[in-house]
């Protein structure tokens, strides 16, 4: 078997939300990690530092590679050792044609809805801001991309919710520098294809994948919007197969978190429970 595990941190595979984590679920996970043939790629908004935290608080295995920042930058990791992926870099700079992070910041400074996360959560090809978490996203995502594109800037804008904060959030990001497309390039260099790639996610900033042709899985602690817009996004795209929603009874599993993972990647290549108790 050869499989590529892609999964975003918080709240899918983090224990970080409001629902309950099976007791067993991550160590679960780590005989995932752990069989011949599977390579392990973490997807998340986080930058390399807060990746690495969440490796140490959570007891993670190590990945070979972290597509971080939402997906604007790749790491290949060789156990503590992380080297970015430069042609990753070179490929998506050419959508803000020359501008920076501190231009973008600049060319929608005049927008009261948002406010610029902290330095932190900021890097070359992510402009991170907060707003409301009632904020009509729909009307504003729309002015905001008109007010990028007369400055000639190919940007993608993803919008999700940090429930247990109250926020929204906002990341302002190349237009191919999405979880979507980082998991693809990262399909290509590697060799990798639809049936031998499975992504697991839980808000919004996974709906580019998860309504892709790419096999994916929403975690059963998903809110109840994310699965409603990603079955009707994913219907819409004609990719309703490539879209499996966790709701438990794997190993005896609540499908929160972990266990979700674990039932997804079950249901597209069942032979893995049989690995997974032979183990």
Request: glycine fraction near 8%; proline fraction near 5%; hydrophobic fraction near 35%.
């Amino acid at each position: 078997m050869r499989l590529l595990v892609c999964t975003d941190l918080d709240r899918t595979l983090l224990p970080n939300g409001f629902d309950p984590e099976s007791p067993d679920a991550r160590t679960w996970f780590h005989r995932l990690a752990a069989l011949p043939g599977i390579t392990l790629a973490y997807v998340t908004g986080r930058d390399q530092k807060l990746v690495r935290e969440a490796i140490n608080e959570y007891t993670l295995p190590m990945p070979d590679f972290v597509l971080g920042d939402v997906g604007s930058s790749i790491y290949v990791c060789k156990q503590h050792e992380w080297h970015p992926m430069s042609d990753w870099q070179a490929h998506i700079a050419q959508d803000w044609g020359g501008f920076t992070h501190s231009d973008i910041a600049a060319f929608l400074k005049g927008n009261p809805e948002i406010q610029l996360q902290e330095e932190s959560k900021q890097n070359t090809y992510k402009v991170s801001y907060y707003a409301p978490i009632d904020t009509n996203h729909k009307t504003l995502l729309p002015k905001l991309q008109s007010q990028l594109q007369e400055h000639h800037i190919d940007a993608s804008l993803i919008w999700s919710l940090d429930e247990p904060a109250g926020k929204g959030l906002l990341d302002i990001l190349p237009a191919r520098a999405t979880k979507r497309h980082a998991i693809e390039f990262l399909m290509e260099k590697h060799g990798y294809g639809f049936d031998n790639t499975v992504f697991s996610g839980d808000s919004g900033n996974d709906l580019p994948v998860l309504i892709s042709p790419i096999h994916s899985v929403l975690v059963h602690n998903a809110s109840t919007d994310v699965k409603r817009e990603g079955q009707r996004m994913a219907k819409a795209a004609g990719t309703e197969k490539a879209l499996y929603l966790a709701h438990g009874g794997f190993k005896g599993m609540n499908g929160n978190y972990a266990a979700g993972i674990l039932e997804g990647v079950a249901h597209y290549h069942p032979e893995i429970k049989t690995l997974l108790e032979s183990d």
